[in-house]
């Protein structure tokens, strides 16, 4: 049977010559395997692992160890294949192309048997000229090669020295020279993530018909001219122009609630043609600015550009414009030697409270944009403005983008380059070239990338030597580098993209690495750029092991999923004395360290259900980690540590303005449900944007004021507010160790279900002072408000958000509820 393929006009009089025909190829393909003993039916966008799902072939990929069970599928070679009619007279069109949006990776593509092109590249998109092969009917045949073998054959043609490294961990059962193929880099597995080297036909494929021009891309930036502080808006558009003579028209941009409407004259001569725009914003228009989570609105404007061309031809593409500045700042800082790292997001100093964004998935055609309309909203729900979207995995797609505009998530835009040294051949540079570029066009127009950045640990890797290179054969591996990511990757990102900050690598020691080459001899130092840092031996709990850095774009430890409470217990501590620790450095420089700007730990979310680095299991559920975030990411947030036996707090705002308040300081006997003592500061006024010291005093003071308290019978907590309402989430200090907890019972806690609206409200009440209280309610998908918390108080109130509909009784047989005596 014929497929009907989809068929879309672009806007033109209908039924005229001049009209461009796009035809999609989306929905129902063919595929079959190597050999020809499989052959099935396959979704477009999609991959061969998800066919075979679908078709129950295969069980589910995640299920045990069906990673290793289904490596065959990777190693073969499979191809896709589909039948289909043009719906109109292709004789009549003079130019046709074959365009892929993407293609996972490596594969030969024929039309009618006859080879039109090939691809190497899950990163980039791909038009085929098939004017002289395009039938009535025809047959697409898309013949992809292992990704494996791909990758294994062209380590083995490059002789004249290895790129290392060769194989990941044999722990981690993946595939090996990833770094040899342009696709997910842990798709071959990483340490929190499978082995399953995907093939497929993974976004949009359509056919385009045309006779006198086509529209090839259109893609703007706003420009802000610091010299006479006005907006420009740069719009550039690409022609493939076929007709001989040239083609007259106008552009027309139309922003109408700027009150922009701007007509242009255009001449299109023959052949790729590119056209670009400028809008001059006038001074006194006002711009409402696109602002970060918490900072601001995401104000953005509805633009249309038209192009009217002759004899009817016109194109229409709409967007929505945000205008926003961004700086990285890199200065030096009083009292310490080495440089600022910071970003002002319109002019102003904005801490970036984050997390660091891995592949939602190994199949990416089941990340749905309600998949990621969920985790981008509990990253936002969680009080951050922030993501970097991390090298190891891909360029997400638009709509990844579009919610983190319409949300004011940052985000911190890795190349997908990671862990790993790469090759600089001539057809691995074109090919990283042209995914640069491609990439670039795509993701510029969005406000929500802050800055790019060239690849993850590279820097690192290759200057702290970490695949043993011998030292005579280093220049040749800094030359790789170089010509990577600062000849190619960084020229072409200017070249494209002049609006926000690039760099090198992360870490990085951004000012001083370039300095030096590209190179630092160490990119972690803390007075430099950004660090990474993992520490799995030292006292987590204590914030001295922590580097006083500029900038910490990666932290993190590890927990299970749901199973394990007490995991999650300690991964949650962890980071929030961590962040808190990062967040409290903002204004302070101490032995020459400090004036941090940045924390963003790893991970936020999951590839599969494994233990892992995220706060979000895979599928979206909250861990601690992630609830723990909404409080130690909050915007006025009070932080408590000892040093030589001296309680601290520290105020920390992110707010724009001063507010006046109170500090609260009660102590609580682990025995007993009231306060033994408490303490309320005189009003302060807390400074916008500045981290400050409100309250010091000795420990044993402290206790010595609340009868009978020891550091094991009690533990303190802490609010800032007003005199009528509390401005932030009640933090807390433990005196000793949990464990050591003096008078702590097992408390028995209950709850009663009620239903207000979609939401659902827990009354819970407890018999005694209880850590670490975790509520659960099993496979039923939503968030509490809060969990995690310490409970001090007889009763306290929580809500349910639940994201699919549920009731109370089902509610109440799923409820579970757990605190630290439980488990201790
Ligand atoms: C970081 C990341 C990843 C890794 C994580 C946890 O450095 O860049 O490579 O998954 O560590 O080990």
Known sequence: MLLRPLLLLALCGAGSAAMVVSVSLRGSWRIRSGNGSLELPAEVPGCVHSALFHQRLIQDPYYRFNNLNYRWIALDNWTYIKKFKIPFDVSKRRKVNLVFEGVDTVTVVLLNNVPVGETDNTFRSYSFDITHVVQAVNIIEVHFQSPVIYADQRSKVHTHYSVPPNCPPRVQDGECHVNFIRKAQCSFSWDWGPSFPTQGIWKDVRIEAYNICHLNYFTFTPVYDNNIQEWNLEIESSFDVISSKPVLGQAIIAIPELKIQQTNSVELHHGERIVKLFVKIDK???????????????????????????????????????????????????????????????????????????????????????????????????????????????????????????????????????CALYPTDQDFMDSVRAEVAYQVRRLKSHPSIITWSGNNENEAALVLNWYDIQSSHLSTYIDDYVTLYVKNIRRIVFEGDQTRPFITSSPTNGAKSTAEGWLSENPYDPNYGDVHFYDYVGDCWNWKIFPKARFVSEYGYQSWPSFSTLEKVMQAQCVKTETEFYRRSRSEIAFGEGHTMGA??????????????????????????????????????????????????????????????????????????????????????????????????????????CTNCTRQSCVVSFYLSTDREPLSPTNYHFLSSPKEAKGLHKANITATISQQGDTFVFHLKTSAVAPFVWLDVGSIPGRFSDNGFLMTEKTRTVFFYPWKPTNESELERAFHVTSLADIY
């Open 600 to 705: 963003l730990y790893w991970q936020l979310n999951d590839i599969w259900e494994a233990p892992s680095w995220s706060s979000l299991e895979y599928g979206g559920k909250w861990k601690m980690l992630h609830y723990f975030a909404r409080h130690f990411f909050a915007p006025l947030l009070p932080v408590g540590f000892e040093n030589e036996g001296v309680f601290f707090i520290y105020g920390v705002s992110d707010l724009h303005s001063d507010h006046k308040m109170m500090l609260t300081v009660r102590v609580h006997t682990w025995s007993s449900l009231e306060p033994v003592c408490s303490e309320t500061t005189k009003p302060f006024v807390m400074k916008a944007g500045e981290s400050a010291l409100l309250y010091d005093k000795p420990v044993a003071e402290l206790l010595r004021g």
């Open 284 to 418: 006194s228009v006002t711009i409402e600015t696109w602002w970060p989570h918490g900072h601001g609105n995401q104000t953005g404007y509805n633009m249309t550009v038209l192009f009217k061309l002759d004899g009817g031809l016109s194109f229409e593409k709409s967007a929505k414009v945000y205008f926003r500045t961004v700086e990285l700042i890199e200065e030096p800082i009083k009292g310490s030697h080495g440089l600022s790292f910071y970003f002002k997001i319109n002019g102003l100093p904005i801490f970036l409270k984050g997390s660091n964004w891995i592949p939602a998935d190994s199949f990416q055609d089941r990340v749905t944009s309600a998949l990621l309309r969920l985790l981008l909203q509990s990253v936002v729900d969680a009080n951050m403005n922030v993501l970097r979207v991390w090298g190891g995995g891909i360029y997400e797609q638009d709509a990844f983008y579009e919610l983190c505009d319409e949300l004011g998530i940052m985000v911190w835009q890795d190349f997908m380059f990671a």
